[in-house]
Every structure is written in structure tokens, then in C-alpha cells.
């Protein structure tokens, strides 16, 4: 499975068996967590075997079952890192994908638990990622049309429509899809809406636009 089809294939998933997450597909999604955090400067940490944070009111609000392994997305309390949290935290989320593991990236409907992960000073928990093996795969999400969130337009070049078809597919809070991608010249512009982690989710956005069109982080203006 490359990245196109792990971005095709990755649905939001709430329900899980009891399979455990083991072996060597333990090692490589700790080793891409490891990863990450070197390069980000991120504080990113997997929690597993830990259910209470998913055997709560609000976690059956959200209609989460079987949860038990989680990403704690922590970082510094800053604007940048909550960016960082949606870049890399999707990043991990594509890699899982491609492991054979489902997630769900979880903002509100979970309860804190403080002992499961380590908060440094300066440091804020900015949500967590479900993972583990769905009972199913998920289902798509509804998309709004590309002019909605981009200037795209029939003279665009093609590397900016499938930026923009790959960004309508990543996942944010509540589908609210609140970014803007904005080709000037040669690079692209992405703004976050407003709306709560809007910030978080244009790092998810800019992560899939990346794969999408096939550019690096250089694109961006």
C-alpha cells in the first residue's frame, strides 16, 4: 500500500476488537513515533492497554468501543505545535495504515488520564489518536467541493488539484473542512479557519496536500 492508497483507504474508526497490538508492527509504530518526535520537537507518546480513558460518558457519547491503545499528542503550548501535532500525528496516522491498523483521531471525547503520559513544563495535551484493529474500516466522510477550500480552477496545473482532492480527505474536527489552500504563483498558501483545532487540522491538511501533489514542505508560502 503506498501513501495514496493509505489516504484512500483511512476512515475514522470507533470500534475495536481485542486484538492486541504486538510484534513487529509494535516496533515500527514505535519507531515512527520515535521519529517524529526527533524531528518535530513533539512529545508524542504511545499509550497501551490503557481503556479508562475510553470507558467514560463522553467516550460513549462519541460512540467509542474497545479502545485501549491511543497516541497522546502532547507538544509545547504554542500555536506552531499545535500545527505539528496534526502534521506528524497524521503522518503516524497514514504509517498505521499501512501496518493494517485503524484510527481515530479524538479531540473531546476521552477522559484525561494524567498517569498514562508524561506532560513536561510548558507542555499541553492537544488530544489523542485511537489506533489499534477495527471491528470494520471505517466509513468516508462527506467532502465539500474543491472551490470551497481552494482557488483550484480549470487552468491550475495538476499537482495542485491533486493536492487539493488529497487535503479533502483528511480527516478534521467535527468535517468541518475549515482551511483554505491558495495557489499563488508557484506555492501555496494554507489557512486555517476558525473553529475549534482548526490549527491542528490544517497540519493534518498540509500533510495530505504534501502527498497528494507530490511536493515537499517548500511548496508553502
Known sequence: M???EA???????????DK????????????????CNK???LHLQLVRNEPKAFDSALAHYGKFSGVCNYIALVG??????AEKCGYYGE?????AQKMGLNTC???LTFKKMPNAYKIRAGEKLYGVIAVGYGNSSGWPHRSKKAEKVSNLNDDS??????????ALLAPTAMNQQKFRLTLIGNKVEARAGFGPYSTVDLGIVKYHFELGSGKGREVWR
Not at 20 to 35: F, K, M, Q, S
Not at 91 to 95: H, L, Q, W, Y
Open 2 to 4: 503506498d501513501n495514496i
Open 7 to 17: 489516504i484512500k483507504l483511512r476512515h475514522s474508526v470507533r470500534d475495536y476488537s
Open 20 to 35: 492486541p497490538v504486538e510484534g513487529e508492527t509494535l516496533l515500527e509504530l514505535a519507531t515512527i513515533i520515535d521519529e
Open 39 to 41: 524531528v518535530s520537537g
Open 76 to 81: 509545547r503550548s504554542m500555536p506552531e505545535y
Open 91 to 95: 503522518k503516524i496516522v497514514i504509517e
Open 105 to 107: 483521531w479524538v479531540a
Open 157 to 166: 496545473p495538476e499537482w495542485f488539484k491533486k493536492g487539493v482532492e488529497a
